[in-house]
């Protein structure tokens, strides 16, 4: 029972340099978003999609992309990492029903030098 | 729109005292409430839920939540906690209308010998 997954599990980027977090899941889900987490500040949104073909930005998407091609993977691009940036990235998956939690993934800790 | 506020960001406890970690949660519409959990090194999952009914509602290892509609409160409890406890915990709010979660910025429960 995979849930989702989230690759890779840490990645260490230079300034400036371009990279994607994979994230799939297998349960079907229509809903999916992307999370950053920081110390104190719990989890913000960067980027969510109601289904395949459709997304939409969140709270905090400067500097980051997304595209939904399948039902089952959703990535995020860093354009131009900057270390500011450096954070654990979580992506999330749903029925999009506002009664049915969120499953999430193990996260992808990113520091940006 | 919604607003999750979770009151302590830290709670130490000794193993088998009682805890308490609060939330309270603020919106000009119905919603859902959840707690999620995180153990270190990992994702979120699922606490507990309250949709509606009954306002005590029972999750896994033992925590229980009690929603007040008056105060705006969802307060998380558990009678005696164990080290394996030690996590870090989040509130959560949906409208019941809507598929975006809102997170509280998280209270870390260190659970003491």
């Known amino acids: 029972n995979a849930g989702v997954t989230q690759t890779p599990k840490f990645q260490v980027l230079k300034t400036g340099q371009s990279m994607t977090l994979q994230c799939a899941q297998d349960?079907?889900?229509?809903?999916m978003s992307w999370y950053r987490q920081d110390p104190g500040m719990g989890l913000r949104l960067i980027h969510y999609?109601?289904?395949?073909?459709?997304?939409d930005q969140g709270e905090v998407p400067n500097g980051y992309n997304v595209s939904r091609s399948t039902t089952e993977d959703f990535p995020l691009r860093l354009l131009s990492a900057a270390p500011s940036q450096t954070s654990v990235y979580f992506c999330?998956?749903?029925?999009?029903?506002?009664?049915?939690?969120?499953?999430f993934g193990d996260g992808t800790r990113l520091s940006i030098l | 729109a919604q607003s999750v506020t979770q009151l302590d960001s830290q709670v130490p406890v000794f193993e088998e005292a009682p805890v308490e970690l609060r939330c309270n949660y603020s919106s000009s519409v119905s919603v859902y409430l959840f707690w999620y959990v995180q153990y270190p090194n990992q994702g979120l999952q699922l606490l507990l839920k309250?949709?509606?009914?009954?306002?005590l509602v029972k999750g896994i290892n033992g925590f229980e939540a009690e929603f007040n509609k008056s105060q705006t409160s969802f307060h998380l409890r558990k009678p005696s906690v164990h080290i394996s406890d030690t996590a870090e915990y989040f509130c959560?709010?949906?409208?019941?209308?809507?598929?975006?979660?809102?997170f509280g910025a998280g209270t870390r429960l260190f659970v003491k010998a």
């Open positions: 959560a709010v949906i409208n019941t209308g809507g598929f975006k979660t809102i």
């Open positions: 349960m079907n889900h229509e809903y």
């Open positions: 999609s109601v289904g395949a073909g459709i997304t």
């Open positions: 309250y949709l509606s009914g009954s306002t």
């Open positions: 999330a998956s749903s029925t999009g029903r506002g009664d049915q939690p969120q499953h």
